[in-house]
């Protein structure tokens, strides 16, 4: 697709791209857009020209302060919606070209959450960085506990403190067990952050339904980049027996603009074989992995940034498929906005683990920065970036960055 509008080719927000999120400018109320290039373009605005009307999408449902009414159009309408956008870019005479007020510069306005987050799971779907944790905390010879190669294994999270990019979070609070005494009570000293990537519901189901792998995708609307930050002394308390709580509640940040699956397809590669084979519900037809490449820098107070993780989505040992189709195996139903994190998504080699809690060791040995600054876990006032974008003969999507800095706790 050749565009008449002039755009970078190192943008993350190709033409191929059209992401959707919600945004508000100081004269403008919160209402849904898209980005191309450093640009955003108004949907509300261009909807009132009468241009999704053909569609059967009117401009009411680009008026609002999240993305859950659109997405709830279902897919045959936001892929037409996305469609009409790109052909729009690349017609010379098109109501686009010829309505520069819909365009707002990037600067000028700001991203909000894009969907009001109605449900939240997180999954622990990277055997290399489940086999880390293992090695670290457990048996270094039997990493894997016996369930994680036969089912996605995930836990219900809070999705009331997901949060977008730029909002700052304070250090969390909580009890805290040391080696040697009784539990404490104070801030976390072991603050982390986990890379990940979110997958956005886009089409609800009844009680008692299930998702199949096969059917998964027509559920799926977009993806997001994902930071499930991590209070590692207090998770260490309290996890047994019922999993993650106060360690992982106080916030999860996630960027501002939903990629959808279709802008993903050309990226798509095979996962990693899984053995022992997998039962029949969790069995899959084609290519489900995604090309996608991360990386986490880390700034301190007044200092420099250093990339210290480059990691990348396909290295998922279970995929979005399968782990929606087990989620709704028993039954669980699903709604529009729901969003699923797919855990931490580390590599085979130290450059590419998706958390500090791997790089460190569980701070045994410290992770150098360009300053001459090192860490073992993240201090207050760091900031912490994730970035993604996935890259094709020569076809660039990108999710720009999830940012947020540590604050001290209250």
Request: net charge negative; glycine share 8%.
């Amino acid at each position: 697709m050749k565009s008449w509008f002039k755009l970078d080719p190192t943008s993350d927000f190709s033409i191929h791209n059209i992401p959707f999120g919600i945004i508000s400018s100081a004269s403008l109320s919160k209402r849904v857009a898209t980005r191309i290039g450093d640009s955003i373009i108004d949907l509300y605005a261009l909807a009132k020209l009468d241009v999704f009307s053909s569609l059967g999408v009117l401009p009411d449902v680009f008026n609002a302060d999240f993305l859950n009414d659109f997405i709830a159009e279902g897919k045959e309408k936001t892929k037409a919606v996305r469609k009409k956008i790109q052909e729009m870019l690349t017609d010379d005479q098109s109501i686009l070209k010829h309505n520069p007020q819909v365009f707002l510069d990037e600067a000028e306005v700001q991203v909000h959450m894009p969907v009001k987050v109605t449900d939240y799971t997180d999954f622990y779907s990277s055997i290399e960085h489940a086999t880390n944790l293992g090695k670290l905390f457990r048996d270094p010879e039997n990493a894997l506990l016996p369930n994680w190669r036969h089912l996605p294994v995930g836990y219900h999270g809070r999705a009331s403190s997901i949060v977008e990019s730029g909002v700052n979070i304070h250090r969390p609070k909580g009890q805290m067990k040391p080696a040697d005494g009784p539990p404490v009570f104070g801030p976390c000293k072991l603050l982390d952050f986990e890379l990940e990537v979110g997958f956005i519901i886009g089409k609800e189901t009844q009680l008692s339904d299930s998702i199949s792998t096969e059917a998964a995708e027509e559920h799926i609307f977009g993806l997001v980049l994902f930071n499930d930050w991590s209070a590692r002394d207090i998770q260490k308390w309290e996890y047994v027996p019922l999993g993650p709580f106060l360690g992982k509640s106080f916030a999860s940040s996630i960027s501002p603009w939903v990629v959808t699956l279709e802008a993903l397809d050309r990226f798509r590669v095979p996962g990693p074989k899984q053995e022992p084979e997998v039962l029949d519900y969790l069995k899959y037809q084609g290519v489900r992995n995604i090309d996608l490449k991360l990386e986490v820098s880390l700034t301190p107070e007044n200092g420099s940034e250093t990339v210290i993780s480059e990691s990348n989505f396909k290295y998922m040992y279970w995929n979005m498929a399968q782990q929606l189709a087990h989620h709704t195996v028993n039954g669980c139903n699903v709604h529009v906005g729901d969003m699923m994190a797919s855990g931490t998504i580390s590599g085979k080699d130290e450059r590419s683990f998706g958390s500090m809690l791997e790089m460190s060791y569980a701070g045994k040995k410290t992770i150098p920065l360009r300053d001459g600054a090192e860490r073992k876990f993240i201090k207050d006032n760091d900031t912490i970036v994730m970035r993604g974008h996935c890259e094709k003969d020569g076809i660039r999507v990108g999710f720009g960055e999830v940012r947020a800095q540590v604050l001290a706790a209250k």
